[in-house]
């Protein structure tokens, strides 16, 4: 009988990222029946039973600062899932953090945002990270963000100030012009805010558009409103962290770089579901795309909506969009041609006409144009990493 491999699993099983790295690397020892798992809490006390147990490697949520040198220094090889630490030397698998930043960067921007915050943690790395993506992305349109720190890792440690931190937030929103679009380092301090907002009597999204990271439905449904969240690929990292343990475990070497995977999509629910656009032409010419984009419209339905000229109106949207009428029409197409791919398991037909496309094969023209792959290919990739 051949022995098996013990895995030992270390991460809070709370936090639906780390419930997510679960799934995937269940999945990816669904044909290795030899392996054997023991899961366990980051906390020192487990330390005594994983060094009994002798596991053959383990898998680490790295979010505890007393386990970071025990941890580093065991005997066998660890596969990290976290940044949250900037001095820890292990081998990690997480999601691109910059680019978490960059697509909430542009989702607020596409929504015609000309100022912006961030909330989250100052020293963690995913959290610093994500800020720097974020304020990058958005420095070269010459856009500024105003920031307020609080140690969410994704949760604020145990013995935090709740009502420090309720005051300072208070204050910073208090401060901040509007409308302001405010990416949180994760969906737990996104939906402080929103707490934050309605106490201060501030309205979601009109007033305050708030975007969190990792799509905890939980923390999304419970916000007021839901809650917009970039997807953290969490399930596809749980998968490649086991795949890259198995290769360790079996003398491969170390890897010298992090291996990073981009995050998925952005969910919009209602806290960024608005237009913060203050020519009412031209909100009111968004609106009516997103609304009517699934009937087949063209340019000319908009124009007409809008009972403005086409020259006047384009000219609107290239000041203050920076981009036509039709590729408006047609970003609106593609953004509802992802959702039904990756929320349906409709066929390409179906997916173009719902989406506002005349034909499957315009649809793949217009789709690969903005997202560099084929509806089928998108479709497979985010199959592929849940």
Known sequence: MREPFRIALIMSLDIAYCRGVLRGIHAYSAHKAHWIFRDGTPDRRILKPLLEWQPHGVIVHLAERSLVEPISELPMPVVNTTSTFDDVRLPLVEVDHHEVGRLAAEHFLDRGFTRFGYFGSGWTGFSRQREEGFRKTLAKTGYDVSSCYADFMPRPPAESSWKEVDTRVADWLSSLSRPTAILASNDIPARQLSYMCRQLELRVPDEIAILGVDNDEL????????????????????????????????????????????????????????????????????????????????????????????????????????????????????????????????????????????????????????????????????????
């Open 219 to 386: 923390e999304c449904i419970l916000a007021t409103p839901p809650l917009s969240t970039v997807v953290n690929p969490s399930e596809k990292i749980g998968y490649q962290a086991a795949e890259l343990l198995d290769k360790l475990i079996h003398g491969a070497p170390r890897p010298n770089v992090s291996i990073t995977i981009r995050p998925d999509r952005i969910i919009t629910r209602q806290s960024t579901d608005t237009v913060a656009i203050n020519d009412p032409d031209v909100a009111g010419a968004v609106a009516f795309i997103r609304s009517h984009v699934s009937e087949g419209i063209g340019v000319g339905d908009v124009v007409q909506a809008v009972s403005l000229s086409r020259r006047k109106l384009e000219r609107k949207f290239r000041q203050l969009l920076g981009r036509t009428l039709l590729e408006e029409l047609q970003k609106a197409r593609v953004e509802t041609a992802k959702r039904l791919l990756v929320e349906s398991d409709m066929l390409m037909p179906m997916v173009a006409r719902r989406s506002g496309f005349s034909t499957t094969g315009r649809l793949s023209v217009v789709f690969r144009q903005f997202t560099g792959v084929t509806p089928t290919e998108y479709r497979r990739n985010w199959q592929m990493s849940r």
